[in-house]
Nanobody
């Protein structure tokens, strides 16, 4: 079964930290780029961070230096450590897997992150 399941969202004060986790089916995790996207109310979904199977990362400018993406190939998990959170980080965060060579994307259902100022 192909699935991505996010966890770790919640309510946090500005300046605080959260760690998001995404459990992925191995069939879509192995060898593929994993990522986190977010969508705030009234806005389009945007890239937060991606991490290839080879270890190459890409971050949105707005989160550079504050967020860190990582993955555990043993556990088929991808993580997003978020530090120094700001009110503008409030959004639903989605886990993503992009299947290499095909462009096919899989999405989780999302986890809400709310940062109070």
């Amino acid at each position: 079964q192909v699935q991505l399941v996010e966890s770790g969202g919640g309510l946090v004060q500005a300046g605080g930290s959260l760690r998001l986790s995404c459990a992925a089916s191995r069939i879509i995790f192995n060898g593929n780029a994993m990522g986190w996207y977010r969508q705030a109310p009234g806005k389009q979904r945007e890239l937060v961070a991606t991490l290839t199977s080879g270890g190459t990362t890409n971050y949105a400018d707005s989160v550079k230096g504050r967020f860190t993406i990582s993955r555990s190939n043993v556990k088929s998990m991808v993580y997003l450590q978020m530090n120094n959170l700001k009110a503008e980080d409030t959004a639903v965060y989605y886990c993503n897997a992009e299947v290499r060579y095909t462009g096919v994307n899989y999405w989780g259902r999302g986890t809400q992150v709310t940062v109070s100022s």
